[in-house]
């Protein structure tokens, strides 16, 4: 029987993310780097409450995670993170 992980964000990094103006998802792996981040305990509910503007910054060639994906992919993966 497998249980669920919840693995906990930093307490310090939730603070400041509770202030900040704007969210900028940068480059790096899409799979092993942005949406690992975004599912730890607390992130993605403050960054969804936040009405500060969300920007993505997309790497200039695909990686072996995300060959054939359209910018559209990209978007769908963070938000259902």
């Known amino acids: 029987m497998f249980s669920k992980v919840f693995p906990a ?3 310090v990094f939730l ?3 509770r202030n900040v103006d704007c969210a ?3 480059m790096g792996s899409l799979i092993t780097c ?3 981040s975004l599912v730890l305990t607390g992130i993605g509910e403050i960054i969804s409450s ?3 503007p969300k ?3 997309l790497n ?3 990686d072996r995670e995300t060959s054939g994906f359209s910018t559209s ?3 769908t993966a963070i938000t259902e993170s």
């Open 9 to 11: 964000a930093n307490p």
């Open 15 to 17: 603070d400041q993310l």
């Open 24 to 26: 900028v998802y940068a």
């Open 34 to 36: 942005i949406c690992p």
């Open 50 to 52: 936040k009405s500060c």
């Open 55 to 57: 920007v993505l910054l």
């Open 60 to 62: 200039g060639t695909r």
């Open 73 to 75: 992919c990209f978007v």
